[in-house]
């Protein structure tokens, strides 16, 4: 039980729970509570992977929560930023459906391919969370098109990056941070598999067993 119920997934849960709160004081137009509540369930996101790492708690279900209520937190972003600024969505309606077709394949390929959700938090990915974070709060004082376009070019290179690592890696770990640097990995330990001594060693051990 205390691996269930962890703080860090309690943030996450929290995430999914209070997200109609944000709903019902937009559809009511209290804004000043509406950008209070999206600035302390926002701030969740980045406190429960944070957490996580820090008290040695991360766990599958963590992650697993952790990407169900970005899913959900990301979609009903683009709901609030389409009920305070259409102009901005039709805009970026080109961004918004390739940000999206984007989305929609990194979910399905590794379902195809492995079977499962399956989701990754590289660094691209991650400093995208922290861009719809602050582009709803500075919304009211940056233009907020010129914003959206920002994160959806970023939201399609994070995952067009995360499609092409589950292409041609397979499933690996969740936390990869990156293409090129899982790449670099990858051949350096083919290249050490390579060395001699490396070789030597291994049919040493096979010859031992």
């Known amino acids: 039980m205390k691996k269930v119920f962890t703080v860090p997934n309690s943030l996450s849960l929290s995430r999914l729970v209070f997200l109609p709160l944000l709903y019902f004081f937009l559809w009511r ?4 509570l509406f950008f209070t509540a999206f600035t302390v369930l926002g701030s969740t996101d980045f406190l429960d992977g944070y957490l996580a790492r820090r008290w040695n708690q991360v766990s599958r279900l963590g992650k697993s929560l ?6 959900f ?3 009903s972003v683009a709901y609030f930023i389409y009920h305070l600024y259409p102009q901005a969505i039709v ?5 918004l459906i390739a940000a999206f077709a984007a989305y929609g394949l990194s979910f399905l390929i590794p379902l195809i391919m492995f079977k499962k959700m399956y989701t990754l938090h590289t660094r691209i990915l991650r400093s995208n969370a922290v861009l719809v974070y602050f582009m709803m709060l500075f919304s009211f004082i940056i233009n907020p098109t010129i914003l959206l376009s920002v994160v959806l070019i970023v939201f399609v290179i994070g995952f067009i990056e995360e499609i092409l690592i589950f292409l041609r890696f397979g499933p690996v770990d969740q936390d990869t941070s990156s293409y090129f640097i899982l790449s670099l990995e990858r051949r350096l330990q083919d290249w050490f598999i390579d060395k001699p001594a490396f070789k030597r060693l291994h049919a040493k051990q096979n010859s031992m067993e």
């Open 66 to 71: 952790d990407t169900v209520a970005d899913m």
């Open 91 to 95: 805009w970026n309606r080109f961004f």
């Open 29 to 32: 137009e209290q804004f000043r």
């Open 73 to 75: 937190f990301y979609i």
